[in-house]
């Protein structure tokens, strides 16, 4: 079984992945990624799927995958956000996962995409294992 890399070296990949790419895609994962950060400081980078960036809190919000024409933004439970901005664009058939195919001259919504990274965060956040609370010690009396 593979390890997961670790959060610190993710990010330098991430880094690595946006300095490598050096043209319009590029700057677009950058752009994604620091409103992604500012939508939920919280965020937490990872890179899976041999080379895959992928933004998780309370498990996977969206992934950021760089083709030769398109800047892919994929979020894993996307059929389950309201989208009143219409960003998703792609993979629009299925009953989990929606993206959004970002081309070279696209502007990105920034207000649209944060709304739906928050949205997609509450929904991670609402559907993981509540923690067990303890009895307080505190006695009614």
Same mark, same amino acid.
């Given at each position: ?9 993710? #990010?330098? =990949? ?7 790419? &050096? +043209?319009? /895609? &590029? ?10 950060? $500012?939508?939920?400081? $919280? ?19 969206? @992934?950021?995958?760089?083709?030769? %024409?398109?800047?892919?933004? @994929? ?13 998703? %664009?792609?993979? =629009?058939?299925? %009953?989990? /996962? /929606? ?5 070279? &001259? +696209? ?7 944060? +709304? ?7 929904? %991670? ?5 509540? @923690?067990?609370? /303890?009895?307080? #010690?505190?006695?009614?009396?």
């Amino acid at each position: 079984m593979k390890k997961p890399v670790p959060v610190e070296s993710a #990010s330098a =990949l991430i880094d690595e992945r946006i300095k490598e790419l &050096g +043209d319009w /895609r &590029g700057e677009t994962l950058a752009k994604a990624r620091k409103v992604i950060h $500012e939508a939920d400081p $919280e965020i937490v980078e990872e890179w899976k799927w041999m080379g895959t960036p992928i933004w998780s809190h309370s498990g996977i919000v969206c @992934t950021g995958e760089t083709y030769k %024409n398109i800047v892919k933004m @994929t979020f894993a439970k996307g059929a389950a956000l309201k989208d009143p901005s219409g960003l998703f %664009n792609s993979s =629009l058939g299925g %009953n989990v /996962r /929606r993206a959004i195919d970002i081309h070279e &001259g +696209d502007k990105i919504d920034e207000a649209a995409l944060k +709304d739906l990274i928050r949205a997609a965060v509450a929904l %991670n956040l609402s559907k993981s294992k509540p @923690t067990l609370r /303890r009895e307080s #010690s505190k006695r009614a009396g």
